[in-house]
């Protein structure tokens, strides 16, 4: 029998030829002619003013956080429904994630009644921008700035896409991108924080650069460099930097493809949908996206398990995510959960997400003639 998996990383522009030049310059460690390209090349697709690039979006979290200054009590909020680095990032510096419910159509934090679960002690939102669709930025700069706390994206998955015509990642203080094999743009490991807020530059350099001021030293502006601040080991080498630079090359291409992957799925389903009992994803008003996931929502749960295995049978990979951080024993450890939480509970108990990736090609009609079948027959 055929499978189609979920996810499969592919080599797709000079990848090789990139990582062979990396060797042949013959400087292996971070910071070289890779990772400037990398850097400038990201300013360039995010419309921000600095990007600095890391071990995977994790790493750039756990620098936001400490960015953000984060003591022991202060609080960030944050959506519940999101990987488990948006809230490790905020734990490690000692301070308590919040959890707060997401919006019934983005799936995202939902900024309507946020600034009731604001306290002395928050200091930062964290907003994620799930399945590459940006959170309603304006509504929750207005929250940001009524309480002077800082705001970062979470735009793991949101390379490419736009709010208001602005590209994620320039649209908060600072933003956290993944580059992991699961993403648009890979290089199997890897990430970048984006930074908006000229104040901050300075010392996100010396933290990925464990704490000193190696990048000054380098540039010349200190005759010699050492211990500054806290940091730690973020900066990645040069052969993972010529493996992304190769894919960030060709982002618009790989970013089309995805989309019209995402295209075929939505004029497949819609039709169907209200038949088949199942919700499509809705574009968030004033937002494109960047192709990087398709899903779908289902009546309950046990319809849900009963699609997964079904497609399972049929060789078809259909992961759900993602186990609410505020219900997972973590979550209740470390962090806090002032409100109700229906629309995450739901969310994550009925969403099934669709095989999704460069070269998926014309399996994207098995995929839809096997999931429709399913569908079609009653339990
Ligand atoms: C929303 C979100 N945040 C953070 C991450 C962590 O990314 P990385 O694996 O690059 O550390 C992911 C990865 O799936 C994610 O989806």
Redesign the pocket.
């Known amino acids: 029998m055929k499978t189609i998996p979920f996810n499969k990383p592919s080599l797709i522009g000079n990848e090789i030829k990139y990582i062979r030049d990396a060797v042949r310059l013959g400087q292996l460690a971070g910071d070289g002619t890779y990772t400037d390209k990398c850097q400038r090349a990201i300013c360039q697709l995010t419309g921000s003013a600095k990007s600095l690039i890391t ?7 756990e620098m936001a956080a400490m960015l953000c200054d984060l003591k022991p009590d202060d609080e960030v909020l944050m959506p519940s429904f ?5 809230a490790n990032a905020v734990v490690l510096r000692g301070a308590t994630p919040v959890f707060v419910d997401i919006h019934p159509e983005t799936l995202n934090i939902n900024p309507e009644g946020l600034g009731q679960y604001v306290t002395p002690r928050t200091k930062a939102i964290f907003v ?3 399945a590459g669709f940006p959170a309603d930025m304006d509504a929750l700069a207005d929250v940001a700035r009524a309480h002077g706390l800082y705001l970062v994206e ?1 735009a ?2 949101a390379l490419g896409s736009t709010y208001k015509g602005r590209p994620a990642g320039s649209l908060g203080d600072m933003a ?5 094999e ?2 648009n743009i890979i290089s199997g ?3 970048a924080l984006t930074i908006n807020r000229d104040d901050l530059f300075g010392r996100a350099e010396i933290i990925r650069e464990k704490g000193t001021n190696r990048s000054q030293f380098f540039r010349g502006q200190v005759d010699k460099y050492t211990w500054v601040d806290v940091g730690s080991s973020y900066l990645p080498g040069e052969l993972i930097a010529a493996y992304l630079f190769a894919q960030l090359e060709v982002e618009g291409a790989i970013r089309a493809r995805r989309l019209s992957v995402f295209d075929a799925y939505m004029e497949a389903f819609e039709p169907l949908a209200e038949g088949f009992g199942v919700t499509l994803p809705k574009i968030p008003p004033h937002c494109t996206g960047n192709g990087h996931m398709f899903y779908f929502l289902m009546k309950d749960i046990e319809a849900r398990t009963h699609f997964i295995q079904a497609m399972k049978q049929g060789g078809i990979t259909t992961p759900f995510h993602y186990v609410p951080l505020h219900s997972a024993p973590a979550g209740r450890k470390y962090g806090h959960t002032p409100g109700p939480m229906p629309v995450t509970d739901r969310i994550s108990d009925t969403l099934v997400r669709l095989p999704m990736f460069f070269d998926l090609g014309s399996d994207v009609e098995a995929v839809i003639s096997t999931a429709s079948e399913i569908l079609d027959t009653p339990q």
Not at 176 to 180: I, L
């Open positions: 071990h995977s979006c994790t790493a750039a979290l999101t990987f488990v680095s948006t994620v921008h799930y979470d793991a998955q956290a991108f993944s580059f992991h699961t993403k490991e890897g990430g």
